[in-house]
């Protein structure tokens, strides 16, 4: 009796959390620019708040907004012009009484700090340049700025941790580093990022049917696309990935295989596709078995990938996922076994399935049936506004050019027989987020 | 008058087209474990066709189905085992006549080939072994199997061209290769991928106030957020990116640290972020203009990043984004402008816009109100089911907390100052397909 999905996904999960520990105690750091799709070691909380200081969000004019209340186009007021101030200088700092009752400003950038004053109102808000008028003064050489309406107390000027506070947290530990949190993680002076070491896979294709370019061919071969396909995705969601090749259907090379991966001490995961299964050929079992590999489970009620084999190789390292050879149904054992084992070794959050509607074409009946003694997961096409999801009616998980078209995939849990067009199904996108 | 956003992509556009055909000329190769977020340089279609040989679905017994007619479990029907073949054999031949009146049968396993026999349908489908009983004869050492009810004509009998067919498109030039793109073109042979060389692109971060390992620095200076960000957003993009580091607003710096790159003649693009705008420190335009580049247009009618420059400095290679200082801004122009040109010039059709509706706040009155004179691009929160889109509320150019929660932009083309709840509005996904 095969196992159901769900004890299997969390037999899967259970093993990778006992290997968290080791796994999240060889962190290191990297650069921001190298950051992104990372999993993050620590969460990370903003050391100091932004901006550290007031600043300007126009070119203008730093002045009192109180001194300008009366300010009207028959009635302007004038300011004396005490200096300029631009991004990256220090604060222009003035304590002059103002000069025949005349009240000062300070030409002010975007981005440059506010004028230090006597009181904190002294130089409140930044009028835009746009709307002043300039005057010099040739004899005293002094500069002089009138403006003709009132100025909102504080206009135009950014406040002090008005973007992030003090801790405020940036990204929590396990969380995959995206742009975005570069950016913030720059903007709050973070360079050098704590980040777990990538996890390391080794993969191997078996098959005597699998042509290898040091292997004599004939025309009854067929090409491995699971060893390219595998490696792409494991290094797409931030691995480290040794395609080993192909190995022959032969016991004594399968286990020697195995044991040159474990004798390097480094593989957090070990895989393999084909000869998982029950047949005369399907040797990955007996030689995991042979090599003293400890086995979680054999054989789950999926569809496609019912063969897989779970295994552990080392206690504190290594698991062994023997998925089958079937290019789809060793995608589908990839993203609904080993991903989740990734994000559970991780501290990663399972996967949450987003919501669809079923369109069934209207071709066909409206109804469409499953067996009902295994978990389903199908490749599918989302449509652009993510809301109605089409099942790819030609599937087998031999083929790989319908698998080619889908975007995303159905996941139908045992139990269920029929759905209907316009019922609401689960569906996990094509990558990952 | 700024430029409006459509005519101001068209010119992006514009200008990658004139550069397309020398940008295209240098395509490289490289390995299908490395292709995936490639551009592929050609159109690809399938050498061959798959599986190129009938293969068994299933581990059985390849015999006449016309033979099994009669079968049931009063009258059995025994066939002799001609020998065996597995994946990777070539496949079995027997020109023997029935022995004994006995038809032969030949053991084959999940995905080896069907023996070739007198005719067509000699062997023309698959018997599982789970439905079968063996017998061996201890004085001739024949085997003999038996089964008890009829098979169907080919049944378990992947047939021969069944997936790809010889010349069927996998992908069409310029296209963005993915992980199903790599294991299509890995089951039809392809191992060696024509890709375009990855676009170069040279970036500087402009701004004495931006803090920088090699300069004093006292507390009024702030973090660059803006490299790390264009870099990381670039390299996901499939770009050669060199950050070149920060400039001051200093002419000649500028000046020179432009020629330096410019000198190296690799860049297709070189963008600067800050000083583009019309204030004293904005030297952007002056430096661009004064090392000759060609202005295509300076300002455009975008919200946030009005303050774009895009130029030419170089006829057949650089194109020049100055883009605003701001994060928020720099990231729209990325989004909306740098990336446009990186498409046309890589032939990729422009983006489109995914359909989604508003959803406003209950907190807030149900319309949103926004200024008529220009496109609109606001970060927004994206539904899991991607029904629905949230414009985050507390945004400005210079904030990057509330754009660290967006995972995708709203495009509010100019023209449109309110939108209800529950309107259609387009959007864009954080990252891109």
């Known amino acids: ?94 304590l ?6 005349v009240p000062p400003c300070v030409e002010i950038m975007t981005g440059a700090p506010f004028p230090v004053g006597e009181d904190g109102d002294q130089f409140d808000c930044c009028v835009p340049v746009e709307e002043v008028t300039l005057v010099q003064n040739k004899l005293s050489n002094r500069r002089y700025m009138t403006l003709s309406k009132p100025a909102q107390w504080r206009q135009h000027r950014r406040v002090a941790g008005g973007d992030f506070g003090q801790n405020d947290r940036i990204i ?68 480290d990935v040794d395609f080993r090749g192909i190995v022959h259907d032969n016991p004594t090379a399968m286990e020697n295989a195995l044991l040159e991966a474990l004798d390097e001490e480094k593989y957090d995961i070990i895989l393999t596709s084909g000869a998982v299964s029950a047949g005369r050929c399907d040797m990955v079992p007996g030689v995991i078995d042979s090599i003293g590999g ?9 569809k496609p990938g019912h063969p897989l084999l779970f295994s552990v190789l080392q206690e504190e390292t290594a698991a062994f996922f023997g998925l089958p050879g079937n290019p789809v149904a060793a995608a589908a054992c990839l993203r609904f076994f080993v991903l989740p084992y990734l994000r559970s070794l991780q501290s990663q959050p399972p996967e949450q399935p987003h919501p669809a509607r079923l369109q069934v074409p209207k071709s066909t009946r409206p109804v469409l049936s499953f067996r009902k003694d295994a978990d389903i997961f199908r490749p599918a096409i989302l449509s652009p506004c993510g809301q109605f999801v089409q099942i790819i009616e030609d599937h087998s998980p031999g083929k790989t050019k319908p698998f080619m078209h889908a975007n995303c995939w159905v996941h139908i849990p045992s139990g269920v027989d029929q759905i209907c067009d316009g019922a609401a199904v689960e569906i996990y996108p094509r990558d990952f987020v």
């Open 294 to 302: 400890r086995k979680v489970f054999h054989k789950v009620a999926v």
């Open 96 to 101: 002059d009484d103002p000069r025949d009752g």
């Open 172 to 239: 929590e530990v396990g969380e995959r580093i995206n742009a975005q949190h570069i950016m913030a993680m720059a903007s709050v002076g973070l360079t050098k990022i704590p980040v777990m070491r990538k996890p390391r896979v080794a993969i191997f294709s078996t098959g005597c049917e699998l042509l290898s370019s040091q292997e004599t061919s004939h025309r009854f071969m067929i090409h491995d696309a699971n060893g390219p396909y595998l490696t792409t995705i494991l290094t797409k969601y931030g691995a």
């Open 1 to 94: 009796m095969p196992r159901a999905y769900a004890d299997a996904v969390q037999l899967v999960e259970k093993e990778a959390r006992r290997r968290r520990a080791a796994f999240m105690s060889n962190s290191e750091t990297c650069s921001i620019f190298n950051a992104c799709d990372r999993a993050i070691s620590e969460s990370i909380y903003s050391p100091i708040s932004t901006p550290e200081f007031d600043t300007s969000a126009m070119d203008g004019f730093a002045l009192s907004s109180v001194a300008t209340h009366d300010a009207s186009s028959g009635s302007p007021v004038t300011f004396e012009v005490k200096g300029t101030t631009t991004a990256g200088d220090e604060p222009h700092s003035t």
